[in-house]
């Protein structure tokens, strides 16, 4: 497992830039950290990007929980900057907007990230692994649970609550994360591949921050989009009936 291991989204950084004007759309998609400061990686790490919004986790090969981030990301000009909704490392990072060196090579299968710290320069290679190609890909967040009826249980949250449950897809990977941006308090944090198929939505987890032990099990779930919403019925990890309905937010 890594330790005193520093992921870009804690960076405090401003450096010269290697590129101008990158397209955000370039971004969209999942990436694999395979060096850190010229060193293989030797951990997983998946960053999953939609249209503005990201999450990250790192887990050991067994499934360990690591760590984890997430927040809203843009592009302006020559500058990228990541806001954190979420950060397990550093709380603190929770709702400041970072700004990031980067470089993408002319095909965007490779995203070089560079962030200086504690005096010296950290460097990250990411390699592209996954498109943004399905029609679950981007950032949706919970609802409202769905009772037998099919009708929603009270109001959605919305987006204005600072308690907040997200997920976001590629074409093959998901993550999902509660957290209170308000306070800075993480409640937890899921991910792994995913199959979509007619109307079965099928999770292959990979890590789960609450217990390292469901790291290899599957959860099938009726799914159904119906305009921007996603509602999936199924049984979640402890067995107990799920429903619930998701809202398309990036």
């Given at each position: 497992m890594t330790k005193n291991f520093s992921l870009s989204i804690s960076g405090i950084v401003i450096l010269t830039l290697f590129s101008l004007g990158v397209n955000?759309?370039?971004?969209?998609?999942?990436?694999?950290?395979?060096?850190?400061?010229?060193?293989?990686?030797?951990?997983?790490?998946?960053?999953?990007?939609?249209?503005?919004?990201?999450?990250?986790a790192v887990h050991a090969a067994d499934g360990s929980?690591?760590?984890?981030?997430?927040?809203?990301?843009?592009?302006?000009?020559?500058?990228?900057?990541?806001?954190?909704?979420?950060?397990?490392?550093d709380s603190t990072q929770v709702r400041t907007r970072l700004v990031y060196t980067f470089s993408l090579s002319p095909k965007n299968e490779d995203l070089t990230l560079s962030t200086r710290g504690g005096g010296e320069v950290v460097t990250e290679t990411w390699k592209k692994v996954d498109e943004a190609s399905s029609p679950l890909s981007g950032a949706w967040r919970f609802g409202a649970r769905v009772n037998d009826e099919g009708v929603e249980a009270g109001p959605r949250r919305g987006g204005d609550a600072p308690r907040q449950t997200m997920k976001i897809l590629s074409a093959k990977y998901f993550q999902w994360a509660?957290?209170?941006?308000?306070?800075?308090?993480?409640?937890?944090?899921?991910?792994?591949?995913?199959?979509?198929?007619?109307?079965?939505?099928?999770?292959?987890?990979?890590?789960?921050?609450?217990?390292?032990?469901?790291?290899g099990k599957s959860l099938t779930f009726e799914c159904k989009l119906i305009g921007q919403d996603w509602y999936h019925k199924g049984k979640g990890t402890t067995g107990n009936p799920v429903s619930e309905a998701w809202e398309k937010v990036k």
């Open positions: 955000a759309q370039n971004l969209k998609g999942a990436w694999k950290l395979v060096n850190y400061n010229e060193k293989p990686f030797t951990d997983e790490c998946i960053k999953i990007y939609g249209d503005g919004y990201f999450m990250f929980f690591v760590s984890a981030g997430g927040g809203t990301y843009e592009t302006r000009g020559a500058e990228y900057t990541e806001v954190p909704d979420f950060y397990t490392r509660a957290f209170n941006y308000e306070t800075k308090q993480f409640s937890g944090t899921g991910g792994g591949t995913y199959k979509l198929q007619d109307n079965q939505y099928t999770e292959i987890i990979q890590f789960f921050s609450r217990d390292n032990s469901r790291s």
